[in-house]
C-alpha cells in the first residue's frame, strides 16, 4: 500500500508541473504564431512549420532508443541495481554519439535539397540558412541531454524536466517577443530561441550528474537496448502518420494551406499536450508496477487511469469541435492572404487528436512491458494507409483529404493497440475498450445536440471577439462535463469513485 500510494503521489506531481507547462505552452505558442502571421505572413509561418516537420525526419535517427532504454531501466531502478544503471545509460549514450555526427550529416543535406521545394516563394540562401539554424536549435534539444532526460523520466522525476522546459519557454518567448517588436527578421528571431533551448541539456546533465552516481567505466550493456530497432520502427511509423499531413501538403498544395493546418494544429495539439499531462510520469509507475510482478494493482489501477484518460480527451476534444474554428476565426482577424475559417477540417482535426489520445493508455502500457518488436507491424500498416489515402484524397479534397488519411490510420492504431494490450498483457476483453469509446462517441453526440438546440433558442452568443468565444466556450464546456459526468455515474459508477478517492489520496 505505501509503494502505491508513493507512485500515486510521483505520479500526480509530474501531471500537476506537466499540467502547469501546457498551460504555459498554451500562451505562449499563442503568442508567438500570431506575432509570427501579423509581421511576417502566412508564408513565413508555414515555411517555419514545414521545415521543422521536415527536420523531425532527420532527428528519427535517434528515435526508439528512448522507449527502449525507458523499459530496460524500470527494474534497475526498482531494485537500486547501480551497475546495471550505469551500463544502460551508457550504452544509450555511446549510441547518440554515434547518431549525432549522421544527424549533422544528414541536416546540411537537407538544408541543401529544401529550398528547391519553396523555390517559388522564398529565395535558395533564404531557406538554406533558415534550415540551419531551426536545425541547430532541435539537435541541441535531442542529442546533448537526451540521454539523462531518459534516466529522469524512468525514475518518476519528469517534473525536474518539465520545471527546466517552463523557464526556457518562458525565456524563449520573452526574446522573441523583444526581437520582433525590435524589427529583427524570422532568421534572427529563430537564432534567439535556438540559444534559449541550447541551455535544457546542460542543466540536465548537470542535474543527472549530481543525483545519479553515474559512472562512465562501468561496460555499455547493449543488450538491454536491443530492442531498439524494433522501437526505431514503430517510432519512424509513428512519426510518418503524425506529419504525414503537412508534408503531403508541402509537395501537393502551397505554403499557405501548411499555414492553416498548422494554426488549427496548433490548438488541437495543445489540447492533446494537455491530455497527455494525464500519462506524464505514469508509463514509469506502471513499469515498477510489472517489473514487480503486482499484477492485482496492474489490473486496478490501469482501469482506473483508462477511465480518466478517456473522460479527459472526450472533454477536451468534445468541446474542441464545437469550439475550434470560432476561435481560429478571432485568432487571425486581419491577416486576409488566406481564409482560416475551415469548419469541417476543424471538426476532423479534433476527431483526429480525440483517437490519438484513446490509444494512450494501451500504448502506454505495451511499451511500458517492453514488447516493441510484437506491436512494430501494426505502426508500420499505420503509416502506409495514412500516405496512401492521404496522396489519393489530397488533389480532390486538400486540407480534408489529408485529414481523412491521417483519421482512418488513427482509428487502426487505436484499435490494433487496445486488441493486443488487452490479450496479451492485461488478459481481459476487448468489449471493455469497445463499451468506452461507444460511450464518448454518444456523449460528445448529445452535447453537440444540446449545443445546437441551445443556438436555435439563440442562447449561445455570436462569436466576434476573445469575450463572447469565451462566453460560448464556458457555455459549452459546462453542458459537456455535466453529459460526461451523468454517463459516468450511470454506466461507470465504481469506477468512477474508485478514481476519486485515488486522487483524494494525494491529499492525504
Known sequence: MKHTKSRTKKAFRNSFIALVSQFVSLICGFILPRLILTTFGSEYNG??????????????????????????????????????????????????????????????????????????????????????????????????????????????????????????????????????????????????????????PLVLYLYAKKTYKLDSSVPANNDAISQRWDAFAQQVATFVTNNTDIVVLTLFSNLKEVSVYTVYYMIAGKLTNLVQTVTNGIDAAFGNILAKKENEALQTNFRLYEQLVFSVATFAFGCAMILIEPFVSVYTKGVSDVNYSRVIFGFLMCLNQLFYCIRL???????????????????????????????VLVIEYGLIGVTIGTLFAYVFRTIQYAT?????????????????????????????????????????????????????????????????????????????????????????
Open 420 to 508: 493486443y494490450s488487452s490479450r496479451n498483457i492485461l488478459n481481459r476483453n476487448i468489449i471493455v475498450f469497445v463499451k468506452l469509446l461507444c460511450i464518448s462517441l454518444i456523449e460528445i453526440g448529445v452535447t453537440y445536440f444540446l449545443v445546437f438546440v441551445l443556438e436555435k433558442m439563440r442562447f449561445m452568443p455570436v462569436v466576434n471577439s476573445y469575450i463572447s468565444w469565451g462566453i460560448r466556450a464556458v457555455i459549452t464546456a459546462i453542458l459537456h462535463f455535466c453529459v460526461i459526468a451523468v454517463f459516468s455515474i450511470i454506466f461507470y459508477y465504481r469506477q468512477t469513485r474508485q478514481l476519486i478517492r485515488k486522487i483524494k489520496s494525494v491529499f492525504v
Open 361 to 391: 493508455p494501451y500504448q502506454m502500457i505495451t511499451n511500458a512491458a517492453g514488447h516493441f518488436k510484437q506491436t512494430r507491424n501494426g505502426a508500420i500498416f499505420e503509416a502506409l494507409m495514412n500516405i496512401i489515402i492521404s496522396v
Open 47 to 200: 515555411i517555419t512549420s514545414s521545415i521543422s516537420q521536415f527536420i523531425e525526419c532527420i532527428v528519427l535517427l535517434r528515435a526508439g532508443v528512448g522507449s527502449v532504454t525507458r523499459a530496460s531501466l524500470y527494474k534497475p531502478l526498482a531494485t537500486g541495481d547501480n551497475d546495471q544503471i550505469n551500463g544502460i545509460i551508457n550504452a544509450t549514450q555511446k549510441f547518440m554519439r554515434r547518431i549525432s555526427l549522421i544527424f549533422a550529416g544528414g541536416l546540411f543535406v537537407f538544408a541543401c535539397i529544401y529550398p528547391f521545394a519553396v523555390s517559388d516563394e522564398f529565395d535558395w540562401f533564404f531557406s538554406f540558412s533558415l534550415v540551419l539554424i531551426l536545425g541547430i536549435n532541435v539537435f541541441a534539444q535531442n542529442y546533448f541531454g537526451i540521454t539523462y532526460q531518459i534516466l529522469i523520466e524512468a525514475d518518476q522525476k519528469n517534473f525536474i524536466y518539465t520545471l527546466i522546459s517552463i523557464a526556457s519557454t518562458i525565456l524563449n518567448t520573452i526574446v522573441a517577443v523583444i526581437l520582433i517588436n525590435a524589427g529583427a527578421g524570422i532568421h534572427i528571431v529563430k537564432l534567439g530561441s535556438a540559444i534559449v533551448f541550447t541551455l535544457n
